[in-house]
């Protein structure tokens, strides 16, 4: 089966600049996150969707930060504006049943640098 | 909200040794633990998983022990091989997973 799609695989932007992020999750998947990792870090959960409602945005800074998952398929991770502190990778993961608690398959990650 | 302590943040054994990595977590309602490797500049991938219901899991050179009373789960890498070497992440997880901070881990042919 295919793997998650993750796209653009690198960015480079000005802060201030927005950018948005693509991801298109193994086909039949219900569950979809969006991680953000900082060099050095673990994967930090920024949403997670099921099907094309949102479970849990809890660590998402708003201010900033959106994304949707329309159709229940592929989703967009979108930061307006961006700050130097938003440099990192940025993961879409998900997993085919519902729930946080079953293996996630990981896309190749969006490398965001911002100067 | 849910805490992930890891320990050691960085390891080198020589190959063959046995690596061990310990994680805490704070939510006793957390009931998956899911134990990711990240090779430089790839994609987390899981190695093994254990669930709450169940003490220990092992799938040939790894096993993963959980102690519920103390909230506290262990991997073990037994054999050691340079293509171990890589960062590790633990995982705990009831609504969400909350990764741990990572170990890198070393393997010296």
């Known amino acids: 089966e295919a793997g998650v799609a993750q796209s653009p695989r690198y960015k480079i932007i000005e802060k201030r600049q927005s950018v948005a992020f693509w991801c298109n999750p193994i086909?039949?998947?219900?569950?979809l996150y969006w991680y953000q990792q900082i060099l050095g870090q673990g994967p930090k959960l920024l949403i997670q969707f099921q099907n094309n409602g949102v479970v849990d945005d809890s660590q998402l800074p708003k201010d900033r930060f959106s994304a949707e998952r329309l159709k229940g398929v592929d989703s967009t991770l979108k930061i307006q504006p961006a700050k130097l502190e938003d440099s990192a990778v940025y993961l879409c993961?998900?997993?085919?049943?519902?729930?946080?608690?079953?293996?996630?398959?990981f896309g190749p990650g969006t490398r965001l640098t911002v100067t | 909200g849910e805490n992930v302590e890891q320990h050691p943040s960085t390891l080198s054994v020589q190959e063959g040794d046995s690596a061990v990595i310990k994680c805490t977590y704070s939510?006793?309602?957390?009931?998956?633990f899911p134990w990711y490797k990240q090779e430089l500049g790839k994609r987390p991938q899981l190695i093994i998983d254990i669930r709450s219901n169940v003490g220990e899991k092992k799938d040939q050179r790894i096993a993963v022990t959980l102690n519920k009373t103390a909230k506290h789960f262990s991997l073990h890498i037994t054999e050691t091989q340079p293509e171990d070497s890589a960062v590790y992440f633990c995982?705990?997880?009831?609504?969400?997973?909350?990764f741990g901070p990572g170990t890198s881990l070393s393997v010296i042919p």
């Open positions: 993961a998900s997993s085919f049943r519902q729930g946080s608690s079953y293996e996630q398959y």
């Open positions: 086909s039949g998947h219900a569950t």
């Open positions: 939510d006793s309602a957390s009931n998956y």
């Open positions: 995982a705990a997880s009831y609504v969400q997973v909350i």
